[in-house]
């Protein structure tokens, strides 16, 4: 399975931008890249995906590197509703939109 | 509110027992996944479905099974229960179970096996 490589952690304070990075050196040219989130005590929620473009939707932005081998999520204004583990991951094509999870980011946000 | 609907919320059975866990998926959705979220293991992808057949295999373990019905409801069996199963369940549903769409998951079943 494709693979993505996050920090264990983060730390951010109430109302500061907060840049999560991700690494996929493997990635292919059809792999989409998605990022989900889990608050406690819920279920994985959507935030963005993305190809090759920077994308932009009400809960964040995606920055695609040039070479696609890595991606950042940017949270523009941090709330301590954002507090909650990120993933990143790939969706490889002709897998069916199946989704591997790795150990994401816990991103704690500080007030 | 996601509009994935799992049920029970909760479970407590005994090993050795079987348990089925139920999904409806958002309305419309064709393609539903099963997740198992432990605290050694992380989220670990078991099986997904498309408009009633099976499309993708991951984790899954001989004991448990799964299927799709005409409705696009989706069971999740899991028998010859051991203490190692108790975990979270989660379902997913997403359009088409294509790369370029997004998934939306339930609140999961958190079963226990005592």
């Known amino acids: 399975d494709a693979k993505t490589t996050q920090p264990n952690s983060m730390e951010s304070n109430e109302e500061e931008p907060v840049h999560l990075p991700c690494n996929h050196s493997?990635?292919?040219?059809?792999?989409?890249i998605h990022w989900y989130r889990q608050l406690p005590s819920q279920g994985p929620e959507y935030v963005i995906h993305?190809?090759?473009s920077n994308v932009n939707n009400r809960m964040a932005s995606l920055a695609i590197a040039e070479d696609r081998k890595s991606s950042t999520l940017i949270l523009h204004r941090a709330t301590l509703r954002d507090a909650a583990v990120y993933y990143c991951?790939?969706?490889?094509?002709?897998?069916?939109?199946?989704?591997?999870f790795g150990q994401g980011t816990e991103l704690s946000v500080k007030p | 509110d996601s509009g994935v609907t799992q049920t029970p919320k909760h479970l407590i059975t005994a090993t050795g027992q079987r348990v089925t866990l139920r999904c409806s998926p958002r309305s419309g959705d064709l393609s539903v996944y099963w997740y198992q979220q432990s605290l050694d293991q992380g989220l670990q992808f078991l099986i997904q479905?498309?408009?009633?057949?099976?499309?993708a295999k991951g984790n899954i373990l001989e004991r448990f099974s799964a299927q799709q019905f005409p409705d696009l409801h989706s069971e999740l069996n899991l028998s010859s229960l051991e203490l190692g199963d108790s975990a979270l369940y989660f379902c997913?549903?997403?359009?088409?179970?294509?790369?370029?769409?997004?998934?939306?998951f339930g609140q999961g079943t958190r079963l226990t096996v005592v």
């Open positions: 991951i790939l969706s490889v094509y002709n897998q069916g939109g199946k989704l591997i």
């Open positions: 993305g190809l090759t």
């Open positions: 493997t990635i292919s040219g059809t792999d989409y």
């Open positions: 479905y498309y408009n009633g057949e099976e499309r």
């Open positions: 997913a549903s997403s359009p088409a179970g294509t790369v370029n769409t997004e998934a939306f």
